[in-house]
């Protein structure tokens, strides 16, 4: 996904795929600690925005630009406790699986400034204890817009632009209000979070001597300023 000057990468999917793929793997430990909080918690249990760190491919390397088509799965079923394992019976949601399907647009102007924008659509399955009876095992389903992501990037630091930063904007624009008749759709169980987010990063590429490999950090500040109705994800 690597955008050489004065070219334009269209639906690079492949590429960025395939690159993200070991970012997944990493990913996964930490997607277990996260997965089925407690429906009191005040945290997004559904894991918005977890995937939104990009990887070295997305890193500019010169003006010019790409579009590209991402997805991604999440499957939450198992409950923790800390490092250990939770009680499955005390936890009344039983399942959430979400299929994320996000198309993305970069932009470098020249070698300093760039946007990025994603727009994410989200699709979920979301199985709980709830219906008439308030014990009944329910199951949900929906797809909605998720929350679209403005992003101004800087990489006139360094010459070869393998120094960058980057600050931008989540905007409230996935639903966070879906419900069905008995409401048995928490708030950290919604698609969208409601809030307006300040993003800010910055990464940083190198190489391994001669070898043909690379490496790279990258870190990612998610910031939320702006909240509905008291939810602060």
């Not at 999917?13 to 009191?40: D, E, N, Q, Y």
């Not at 019976?89 to 959430?96: H, Y």
């Not at 102007?109 to 095992?137: C, K, L, M």
């Not at 800087?154 to 930063?165: A, E, F, N, R, V």
Request: aromatic share 12%; with cysteine; hydrophobic share 35%.
């Amino acid at each position: 996904m690597t955008v050489k000057k004065n070219k334009f990468a269209i639906l690079n999917f492949k590429s960025r795929f395939l690159t993200r793929l070991i970012g997944r793997i990493a990913g996964a430990a930490m997607l277990l600690t996260m997965t089925l909080a407690a429906r009191t918690a005040m945290a997004c249990a559904c894991g918005c925005g977890v995937f939104d760190v990009g990887t070295a491919s997305m890193l500019p390397t010169g003006a010019g630009g790409m579009a590209y088509l991402e997805y991604d799965y999440q499957s939450q079923s198992i409950d923790w406790r800390g490092s250990s394992r939770g009680g499955f019976a005390d936890n009344g949601d039983k399942s959430i699986r979400t299929d994320f399907v996000m198309a993305g647009f970069q932009y470098m102007f020249n070698r300093s400034w760039g946007v990025e924008v994603q727009i994410p659509y989200d699709y979920r399955h979301f199985t709980t204890t709830g219906g008439a009876s308030g014990d009944d095992i329910v199951t949900n389903n929906w797809g909605t817009l998720g929350d679209i992501r403005i992003t101004g990037i800087y990489t006139g630091i360094l010459p070869d632009m393998s120094l960058g930063l980057e600050l931008g904007v989540k905007l409230p624009t996935g639903s966070y209000s879906h419900e069905d008749v008995y409401n048995d759709i928490d708030r950290d169980s919604e698609l969208g979070t409601g809030s307006t987010d300040v993003l800010m990063g910055a990464y940083y590429r190198g190489n391994f001597g001669n070898s043909g490999f690379s490496w790279y950090a990258q870190t990612l500040a998610d910031l939320p300023v702006l909240i509905q109705e008291e939810y602060r994800p």
